[in-house]
């Protein structure tokens, strides 16, 4: 019986997290539109700064000698690593915005169903996205991708994908203190992009900036999926095991956060409980 209802509760705020993304039309169209733009940036990036796509300076640091390859791999770990922060994120500032957090959080239904209610139609979205992006890049880019190479790096796309919806738990929990988080997202979107290093290797960083990159899950998964499609398992074990290790900790690290920031939420009063 109770797990009828939350199943129930999990289809009501999946259909209306879907009636709200279609009552605006044109967010599908942006969003395919901003994946076609980001692989030509990147391609004319590439042409730019080395005169021609293939750099034996990238096959030296990365193993992929052709730039919109390495490119193309980041962006899909990038955005679908996005989906689960704006969906963690996004689900608690749509509601904050509209009134009606607190009735979300007074239901019955347990919390863990509200936020997956949301994420699963980014989910489905981003599937929709990359049905067309692939054979979109495929024919008017001319991208190379090893099918079973890019088969074999799933499983490790789903360990990152452990981490990052910790990262997005643990984002969702800061937003609960933020009287306007709108300001906050926006940098931390920022801030994922430039340290994911879907555009070029974080090695490339300085110091501190790499050190941080590899902090969050973003970089590591982005890493751990490349090297797995140009060398497969056996030559990807430290970047599995890393991969593995931080995505464990950001579980964790998430959980705890967004159960004490609502703790106390609840009891201090913040926002609009």
Same mark, same amino acid.
């Given at each position: 019986m109770v797990v009828t209802e939350e199943l129930r509760a999990l289809y009501g705020v999946a259909v209306k997290s879907w009636r709200i993304f279609l009552s605006y039309r044109l967010w599908m169209v942006s969003d395919i539109m901003l994946g076609f733009f980001f692989v030509g940036q990147a391609l004319l990036i590439g042409i730019g700064l080395t005169g021609q796509r293939n750099s034996p300076a990238l096959q030296r640091l990365t193993g992929y000698s052709d730039y919109l390859t390495f490119a193309v791999l980041g962006f899909m770990v990038l955005g679908f690593g996005l989906t689960f922060m704006s969906g963690f994120v996004w689900s608690v500032v749509d509601e904050l915005y509209a009134g009606t957090l607190e009735?979300?959080?007074?239901?019955?239904?347990?919390?863990?169903?509200?936020?997956?209610?949301?994420?699963?139609?980014?989910?489905?979205?981003? +599937?929709?996205?990359? $049905?067309?992006?692939?054979? =979109?890049?495929?024919?008017?880019? !001319?991208?190379? *991708? &090893?099918?079973?190479?890019?088969?074999?790096?799933?499983?490790?796309?789903?360990?990152?994908?452990?981490?990052?919806?910790? +990262?997005?738990?643990? $984002?969702?929990?800061?937003? =609960?203190?933020?009287?306007?988080? !709108?300001?906050? *997202? &926006?940098?931390?979107?920022?801030?994922?992009?430039?340290?994911?290093?879907?555009?070029?290797p974080v090695t490339i960083l300085p110091e501190p900036l790499r050190i941080l990159a590899r902090a969050v899950p973003y970089a590591p998964t982005s890493e751990a999926v490349r090297k797995v499609v140009a060398f497969g398992y056996s030559g990807s074990v430290w970047e599995i095991s890393y991969l593995l290790l931080i995505s464990t900790l950001y579980a964790l690290l998430g959980y705890i956060t967004y159960k004490w920031s609502e703790k106390q939420a609840k009891i201090v009063g913040l926002k609009s409980y």
């Open positions: 009735y979300s959080f007074a239901s019955p239904m347990r919390r863990i169903t509200f936020f997956l209610g949301n994420v699963l139609v980014r989910i489905l979205l981003s +599937f929709i996205y990359m $049905a067309v992006y692939v054979p =979109l890049f495929v024919f008017v880019f !001319g991208v190379r *991708i &090893n099918p079973v190479g890019f088969l074999k790096a799933l499983p490790v796309l789903l360990i990152g994908t452990v981490g990052m919806i910790g +990262f997005g738990m643990a $984002a969702a929990g800061i937003v =609960l203190y933020l009287k306007d988080p !709108g300001p906050f *997202i &926006n940098i931390l979107e920022m801030l994922v992009f430039a340290l994911s290093g879907a555009m070029y």
